[in-house]
Structure formats: structure tokens, C-alpha cells
């Protein structure tokens, strides 16, 4: 089955620098990558997708890269903000199955 | 209502007890999840109603035995549960086709503690 791998665990940045998070997958048959926020207190929302025939996708602060030969996507916040401060999490699927999570990053923005 | 709904949010139950919980899904999706949030495993799927078809995680315990009566309900029904059970327990749902991965939405979990 497929499995997900996701660095770091925990990330802390300053205000206003980027974080980014990354994600490695094993099945080259997966054609879509989530991104989830999860807040305090809160189940985990989509921020951010991509599939397969594309390389790059962005949307305001956020942009997901995907890279099919290595295997790997990441997730880059840029201008972080205090609110930006989550547990964020990878994903990955291919037709017909089921996600696949990585472990989850823990972002702290300092003001 | 919209979204995804769980009730209750929290349960404190003892190791003898029955219990159930609850997912509403109110955006027409066809496949229903259920996920065990804990500090051990981020996120492990457990149960999937998808397309009219169940598929389980065979290492969750038979303590644990959904039911999905409809594509907009789903219930985790519980019985003679261990503390390690204890966690965030998170539905989903989505649209699922056959050709391809789609968003799954989450409701807010029902946070369970067992005694």
C-alpha cells in the first residue's frame, strides 16, 4: 500500500518568513495530494490540492510543488502569519483507494 | 445545517459502557470515513463506506463497529473500550469516483476519553 512520509514534525518560523513542509510518497500510481490545516479544537480542512498532471499550484500564500519522478510535494507558506499557526498534513491517493496521511507538522509562527 | 457534523464533541466514558457516535454529512457525497486522531498515529483511517461498499483497517479491534445506514449518516458504535482508545475521533465524507482521488471534508471530532 501507499506510504507517506513528512518532515519536519515540528516547525517554528518568525513572522513573515516562509515555512516549508515536505512529503515523500512510495506509490507512483497516487494522482492526488492534499494539504490539510488543523486548528485547535478543529477537524482538518483542505487548504491546498494538486494532481498529477500538474507541477505547481498556488493560491495567495500558499503553493504546493509536485515533483512525480522523485516522488515528493511541498507545501510552502510564504509572509507567514501568526493565524498560519496549525498542524498541517499530506496526503496522498490514487483512483479508487483511499488517503493516505503523512504524520503532521506542527507550525508555530512567533510574532 | 452544512458540512460535515459530529455530536457529541466530547464523551467520558467508562470500559464497560456502550456508546455511539454520530456523522451527519450534508453536501451529497457517497462515501462516509471514520478516523482515529491520537498522539501515536496523526490520522488512521478505520472505516470507509464507499460506493455502496465497506472497507475496513483489519487492526482496529472488533470493540469498534461502525454502521452506515445512509450516505448522509454515519454512526461508530462502542463497547468494552480500553484507555488507550481514548482519542480524537474524526468523520469525513467525499465524492468518490472510481477515477480518481477527490477533498475530503471533515467534521470538528468527538473527543473521547476512556476510564
Known amino acids: 500500500g501507499e506510504n507517506v512520509e513528512q518532515h519536519p514534525s515540528t516547525l517554528s518560523v518568525q513572522e513573515g518568513d516562509s515555512a516549508v513542509i515536505k512529503c515523500t510518497y512510495s506509490d507512483s500510481a497516487s494522482n492526488y495530494f492534499p494539504w490539510y490545516k488543523q486548528e485547535l479544537g478543529k477537524g482538518p480542512q483542505l487548504i491546498i490540492d494538486i494532481r498529477s498532471n500538474v507541477g505547481e499550484k498556488k493560491d495567495q500564500r500558499i503553493a504546493v510543488t509536485l515533483n512525480k519522478t522523485a516522488k515528493h510535494f511541498s507545501l510552502h507558506i510564504t509572509e507567514t502569519q501568526p493565524e498560519d499557526s496549525a498542524v498541517y498534513f499530506c496526503?496522498?491517493?490514487?483512483?479508487?483507494?483511499?488517503?493516505?496521511f503523512g504524520g503532521g507538522t506542527r507550525l508555530m509562527v512567533k510574532p | 445545517e452544512t458540512g460535515v457534523t459530529q455530536t457529541p464533541r466530547h464523551l467520558v466514558m467508562g470500559m464497560t459502557n456502550k456508546k455511539s457516535l454520530k456523522c451527519e454529512q450534508h453536501?451529497?457525497?457517497?462515501?462516509m470515513y471514520w478516523y482515529k486522531q491520537s498522539a501515536k498515529k496523526p490520522l488512521e483511517l478505520m472505516f470507509v463506506?464507499?460506493?455502496?461498499?465497506?472497507?475496513e483497517n483489519n487492526s482496529v479491534p472488533s470493540r469498534f463497529s461502525p454502521e452506515c445506514p445512509n450516505s448522509s449518516h454515519l454512526f461508530l458504535h462502542l463497547h468494552t473500550l480500553q484507555p488507550e482508545d481514548s482519542a480524537l475521533y474524526l468523520c469525513?465524507?467525499?465524492?468518490?469516483?472510481?477515477?480518481?482521488?477527490?477533498?475530503?471534508?471533515f467534521g470538528p471530532g468527538t473527543r473521547l476519553t476512556v476510564l
Open positions: 496526503a496522498a491517493i490514487k483512483a479508487g483507494n483511499m488517503l493516505t
Open positions: 469525513a465524507s467525499s465524492s468518490q469516483t472510481t477515477s480518481g482521488g477527490t477533498e475530503q471534508f
Open positions: 463506506y464507499s460506493l455502496e461498499e465497506r472497507v
Open positions: 453536501l451529497g457525497h457517497n462515501a
